[in-house]
């Protein structure tokens, strides 16, 4: 169970008794105000990175790669959607658990993040597989290198 959408409020609500008890109605509207502003720093921040997502691709990433590096356990779905900047496409049949997100690169790289109650439990990175040439390859933009020693015809004149 999680006992955080419990006590949040009901320590709100001590809150605002010990501000009326300490310093009447004064205390109260004070307490209020903080509550009332810490509940709009957060619908904000919320806001804010819905609107960013809403600018992108649903379930697209700059990078796979970064992303897998970057996550870490028990971190809520909207911190991975503020990293990512794009909504996960959903993986799993809507409203069960756990829910799977996927995030995909230009490359064809993808992330898959499982979600419970919210926050991250397991993800994995899935990469494809590169095409195996037999013939050894060359490297074209060697021939466009600067060679050792031409340094000098770089230096601007003097």
């Given at each position: 169970m999680n006992f955080g959408r419990i006590l949040v409020p009901v320590g709100?609500?001590?809150?605002?008794?010990?501000?009326?008890?300490?310093?009447?109605?004064?205390?109260?509207?004070?307490?209020g105000g903080a509550i009332v502003m810490f509940l709009l720093l957060h619908f904000n921040r919320a806001m804010q990175v819905l609107k960013r997502a809403a600018d992108r691709p649903m379930g697209t990433v700059a990078s796979a790669v970064m992303l897998?590096?970057?996550l870490k356990p028990k971190v809520n779905l909207l911190h991975v959607v503020a990293m990512t900047r794009a909504l996960g496409e959903l993986r799993t049949p809507e409203n069960t658990q756990p829910e799977v997100f996927r995030w995909t690169d230009a490359g064809g790289s993808w992330v898959d993040a499982t979600f419970v109650g919210g926050k991250l439990t397991e993800w994995t990175l899935v990469r494809p597989q590169q095409p195996e040439d037999d013939a050894p390859r060359t490297d074209e933009s060697s021939a466009d290198a600067i060679k050792p020693g031409a340094t000098d015809a770089l230096r601007p004149p003097v």
């Open positions: 709100g609500l001590i809150l605002l008794g010990v501000a009326y008890r300490s310093y009447g109605w004064a205390g109260v509207a004070l307490v897998n590096a970057k």
